[in-house]
């Protein structure tokens, strides 16, 4: 079972920058593609990007130009870097983990992310 934990969330003003991490368990980490959803009130959840496990990465039309997506396999964390942040932005950001080897899929219990003056 791989545990992924999300932190780095808080309150930012509008215009604001924040880097959420991603730690996951495990030894397979490398192996992994990850993502980056979100979840705002009322709202389904929803891709935020994602990146495989040689570094490619893509993003909803939303969020391009304003997020990008990393990872560091030697530290088992990927990381979402979020600039000119606005209230839409605002939600709950889950981490993802699929190892697609054994056809798993993990989930972290997110963390919370309020865009607000």
């Known amino acids: 079972q791989v545990q992924l934990v999300e932190s780095g969330g808080g309150l930012v003003q509008p215009g604001g920058s924040l880097r959420l991490s991603c730690a996951a368990s495990g030894s397979f980490f490398s192996t992994y593609a990850m993502g980056w959803y979100r979840q705002a009130p009322g709202k389904q959840r929803e891709l935020v990007g994602a990146?495989?496990?040689?570094?490619?990465?893509n993003y909803v039309d939303s969020v391009k130009g304003r997020v990008t997506i990393s990872r560091d396999n030697a530290k088992n964390t990927v990381y979402l870097q979020m600039d000119s942040l606005n209230a839409e932005d605002s939600a709950v950001y889950y981490c993802?983990?699929?190892?697609?080897?054994?056809?798993?899929?993990?989930w972290g219990k997110g963390t919370l992310v309020t865009v607000s003056s």
């Open positions: 993802n983990a699929v190892d697609s080897l054994i056809g798993m899929e993990y």
């Open positions: 990146i495989t496990s040689l570094g490619s990465t």
